[in-house]
């Protein structure tokens, strides 16, 4: 007579459908978060590698994020540079113009208007920092307003509010790059351009209607400080410029690194999901084959032979 083992019986099969339903719990999390685990107990000889890979490119994205917010400033700076620079390019068109027609009824309204805007370029702010005070990002870099100021003032020098600290900004781990412009730099020779047609006028009295040969003489006399100051305003932004195009290629760079992070880091810990919903439906099946094979095994319990 055949032996009927019914505790045996059940003790296995409780068993399989336990680890069926744990392999298919697994697998499930595995499709629903397309990872391979959650945690670094689940990638096993992996997990040193994978430890190394997100700390590095946890570093590299840092720097991206510096360099991101350095192009922003330096593009500001170059807003604000080209706005001064404009500022001596007018002036300079406004003497000659004046100049060239014998009459400077308007001179002295374009003058202002172009001290106007020296003004503004040197008081440019970027995320609400003033970007040419150097340390004293919180103080607005010139205290001007009207080319009054210029000869109401102690000195050229007592305008400006900047410090002498010149920021410098890190492209990657080797490479520092000094990125920071100072007011003073950029604007005392404009400035002192300005202060001469001021003094003389506080002298003379305001250019009005044909110009006298006094008026004339001190004219052509004061372009070639506009044209010394545009110069160097012009040298300034190429080299706010020369810093612009590393950051913004170290900005490539970078975002490039990151994204090979990206995919090495996903070939450790992304799942191939045409493969874990082939695995996770056979755990499914297996699940339902044990739990079939469990029903039946209690309809051949030894107590329904006995009945």
Same mark, same amino acid.
């Given at each position: ?21 744990? $392999? ?58 080209? $706005? ?7 002036? $300079? ?60 003032? +102690?000195?050229?020098?007592? =305008? ?25 730099? =950029? ?18 009295? +305001? ?16 372009? +070639? ?53 082939? $695995? ?28």
């Amino acid at each position: 007579m055949t032996r009927v083992s019914t505790s045996g019986n059940y003790g296995v099969m409780t068993s399989n459908l336990m680890l069926a339903q744990v $392999r298919q719990n697994q697998l499930g999390e595995q499709v629903s978060s397309q990872k391979i685990a959650s945690d670094l107990k689940g990638y096993a000889k992996n997990a040193e590698m994978l430890t190394a890979m997100k700390s590095a490119q946890a570093k590299i994205d840092g720097f991206l994020d510096q360099t991101k917010l350095v192009s922003n400033r330096l593009e500001m700076q170059d807003m604000g540079i080209e $706005r001064i620079a404009g500022s001596a390019t007018g002036a $300079r068109e406004a003497i000659a113009n004046a100049l060239a027609a014998g009459n400077a009824t308007t001179l002295m309204q374009q003058l202002n208007n172009a001290f106007g805007d020296a003004v503004q370029g040197l008081n440019t702010k970027s995320n609400g920092q003033y970007v040419f005070s150097g340390a004293r990002n919180d103080t607005a870099t010139t205290t001007a307003t009207t080319m009054a100021d210029l000869t109401s003032a +102690p000195s050229t020098a007592s =305008l400006f509010q900047n410090d002498q600290y010149i920021v410098s900004n890190r492209i990657d781990e080797s490479t520092t790059v000094s990125t920071g412009v100072l007011g003073d730099k =950029l604007g005392t020779g404009l400035f002192d351009a300005f202060k001469q047609i001021q003094t003389y006028v506080d002298a003379n009295g +305001p250019f009005t209607g044909n110009l006298t040969e006094a008026q004339t003489t001190f004219l052509k006399g004061v372009l +070639p400080a506009f044209d010394t100051a545009q110069k160097d305003l012009t040298t300034a932004q190429g080299k706010n410029g020369l810093n612009q195009k590393r950051f913004e290629d170290a900005q490539v760079s970078l975002q490039d690194q990151s994204d090979s992070l990206t995919v090495m880091i996903g070939g450790v810990v992304d799942v191939d999901m045409a493969e874990a919903v082939t $695995r996770l439906e056979a755990a499914q099946l297996a699940v339902q084959a044990s739990a079939q094979v469990f029903s039946s095994l209690q309809a051949s319990s030894l107590l329904n032979v006995l009945k």
